[in-house]
């Protein structure tokens, strides 16, 4: 079997690694793979969309390929050079290099005239074309810039997309910086422009953003009664746990009743620990340290991606610079008063500002720029105020494309599915299996390359069909979720959550591991006493290296890797306030419900077979509000094309 695979990031690594291990582990499977990549060094996004002192927003913990960690002196959070350097000796730890052609650009791909697809990809010698039976595309989701039309932009002296921006040198000195868009890369942009020597930094948002810590913050219980050492009166991020290490698993995603797992149960958790915590820690629930830029009450939910649910993590790096202004000065209800004595969370104030403005409606012929009223604070404060941009970043995010399945080589043929169009997992669509998409889901928290690499485990079985590994079919039904709620018409309509997604890829491949498995492997192997296992297997989220302790691709490393790279996250939780509320507090919260609806289920589904009552089947209300969301909006489009005659 031929499988080629085009893009040389995180995403098509892993892929090549794990269908080279199919050949070794199943040699009755001949492989032959070839990775094509068009730039000249691998590393997809983290070697040609970097800036400077750009770091990933995802921790090593969870970014980092199960069977081969980083380096023990590493950070917490790799900076992008030191990641393309892991994937480098990921590539020679897996004898990757030989299957990799670097500044190979794929021109097109089609189908054969039986079977299969046929490769043309570009080289200095020319042209050259090559038959396959499968096609892996990781190109990512970063791959056409999406820039809007901004009305008189043309007069602005510099403009940009991200995608461009490299240092801050881009800036000039003592000019007008202005960003349109709130997420992780826009606030990297801004923090870079307030700290470098620019007049202004102004960042425009359309309807707000949820700002997340990347560490969980040094919050101290009964600040008045207990005296706090002026070691520890530091920031609220020094040095504390990465927060998309923090929460757990069991009743999450692992030992879930199916009704519960199917409604909004574990949705509604999601979004009651993001704004509690947000709340009890700053003092706002509109975001961690947070109280600009909302995003509306109605809209405010962890299952929508409207309402940022894609958590931003680069928000502490300007938050010092952005809040001050909007901080109260005085508790304004006595809840607030009750929170300020029972918690106390040192925050910085930072020496300049970084003005907030809504979105732009235009830029006049002066070069000045007019903002639309959202009826927002933010507005008030500048809505007097003449700015006028000496440079513009767009950091809107990209558009996906796939020129080389649309090239005209597959003329008159099947045409291919494109990234949204798989239905099967989010990687196949379910009648052409030959095409995988790996890479192609946005985790609203967590990380793309852990997800990867599941996708690569999943989709190599399926393809390869190796001793029927896979359970056929896979169900449709299991999908909704792990599925951000959106309409069809979003931009961001492959956002999933993260631990339910690697749950139920794990769970395809019967790779997701029980108690007893856990106990029996906490007392056979790994490091440290015997229930060190079973509690991080409890109270840690979904790493990648959980779901090889069993299954089809089970690694005799991972219980190692549990037991003391993994053991890390658990021990770092400090104090009691941190301990509780995302260890014991989550467990105590969803156990009960879990166990209710197992007894609840077992009494009805007795009485059922009776013919007393109807049994008790989950329903995914997931599914009937994504499906509602769609037919509102065909109603309106028809609406529309009504109006127009």
């Known amino acids: 079997m031929r499988i080629a695979i085009i893009g040389g990031g995180p995403s098509g690594l892993v892929t090549l690694k794990y269908l080279k291990q199919s050949q070794e582990l199943f040699p009755n499977q001949r492989i032959e793979v070839k990775l094509f990549e068009a730039a000249p060094k691998i590393g997809g996004i983290f070697f040609h969309h970097t800036y400077e002192k750009a770091e990933l927003v995802s921790s090593k913990f969870l970014t980092s390929f199960s069977d081969f960690r980083p380096r023990r002196d590493d950070p917490d959070f790799l900076s992008a050079e030191r990641y393309v350097e892991y994937l480098e000796e990921y590539a020679t730890e897996f004898g990757l290099w030989p299957n990799i052609h670097l500044s190979t650009k794929v021109a097109s791909v089609a189908r054969g005239d039986i079977s299969g697809h046929v490769i043309k990809y570009e080289t200095p010698e020319g042209e050259i074309e090559w038959e396959c039976d499968a096609v892996a595309v990781c190109s990512g989701l970063h791959d056409r810039p999406n820039i809007p039309d901004l009305k008189g932009v043309e007069n602005v002296p510099v403009v940009m997309h991200s995608e461009k921006f490299k240092h801050s040198e881009q800036f000039g000195v003592d000019k007008t910086v202005m960003v349109i868009g709130v997420g992780e890369t826009s606030f990297d942009i801004c923090a870079l422009a307030v700290n470098a020597p620019t007049k202004r930094v102004v960042v425009c948002h359309r309807h707000g953003w949820f700002g997340a810590p990347k560490r969980i913050a040094n919050t101290r219980l009964l600040p008045s009664i207990w005296e706090i050492p002026e070691e520890e009166n530091k920031t609220f991020l020094d040095g504390s746990l990465p927060i998309d290490v923090s929460h757990l698993s069991l009743f999450d995603t692992s030992y879930v009743h199916p009704v519960a797992r199917d409604s909004m149960i574990v949705w509604d958790h999601y979004d009651s620990v993001a704004v509690g915590s947000s709340w009890i820690s700053t003092g706002t629930a509109l975001g961690f340290d947070q109280f ?31 809040s001050p202004p909007y901080r109260p000065t005085e508790p304004a209800t006595l809840g607030d008063r009750i929170r300020n004595f029972m918690v106390h969370t040192p925050v910085e104030v930072a020496d300049r500002l970084i003005d907030v403005a809504p979105y732009p409606t235009h830029i006049d012929d002066n070069g000045v720029a007019h903002f639309r009223d959202n009826g927002g604070e933010d507005y ?29 080589a597959n003329t008159g043929r099947k045409p291919y599915p494109r990234a949204d169009e798989a239905d099967v997992r989010e990687i196949w669509r379910r009648d052409d ?10 985790p609203g928290f967590g990380a793309i390359p852990p997800l990867s690499e599941l996708q690569a485990m999943l989709a190599m079985l399926w393809i390869l069909n190796l001793a029927g590994r896979v359970r056929k079919p896979l169900k449709l039904d299991d999908q909704w979720h792990y599925r951000i709620i959106a309409p069809p018409s979003a931009r961001l309509t492959y956002g999933v959550e993260h631990d339910s997604y690697a749950f139920q890829l794990a769970e395809d491949m019967d790779a997701v591991p029980g108690i007893k498995d856990v106990v029996r492997l906490g007392l056979t192997k790994g490091t440290g006493p015997f229930w060190r296992l079973p509690w991080i297997w409890a109270s840690a989220p979904n790493f990648t290296v959980k779901f090889r302790l ?9 219980t190692n890797v549990m037991t003391d790279d993994m053991w890390e996250v658990v021990s770092r939780r400090r104090g009691l306030f941190n301990n509780f509320t995302l260890g014991l507090m989550p467990m105590m919260q969803l156990g009960p419900v879990h166990l209710f609806l197992f007894f609840y289920a077992l009494f009805f589904n ?24 769609a037919r509102r909006e065909k109603k309106l489009e028809g609406i529309k094309i009504n109006g127009t005659h």
């Open 606 to 629: 007795f009485l059922a077979v009776f013919g007393l009552v109807k049994p008790v089947k989950p329903v995914s209300e997931p599914k009937k509000r994504i499906e509602e969301l």
């Open 433 to 442: 299996p030959t095409v995988g998409f790996i890479g192609f889901v946005r």
């Open 292 to 322: 600009v830029g909302p995003v509306a009450p109605e809209r405010l939910h962890a299952s929508r991606p409207n309402r940022q649910v894609f958590f931003n993590k680069a928000w502490t790096k300007v938050s010092k610079h952005i």
């Open 380 to 408: 008030q404060r500048i809505k007097n105020e003449v700015i006028k941009p000496d440079v513009i970043v767009f950091a809107t995010g990209y558009l996906q494309s796939f020129p080389f399945l649309e090239a005209k």
């Open 550 to 558: 069993i299954g089809p691709w089970a690694w005799d490393g991972a």
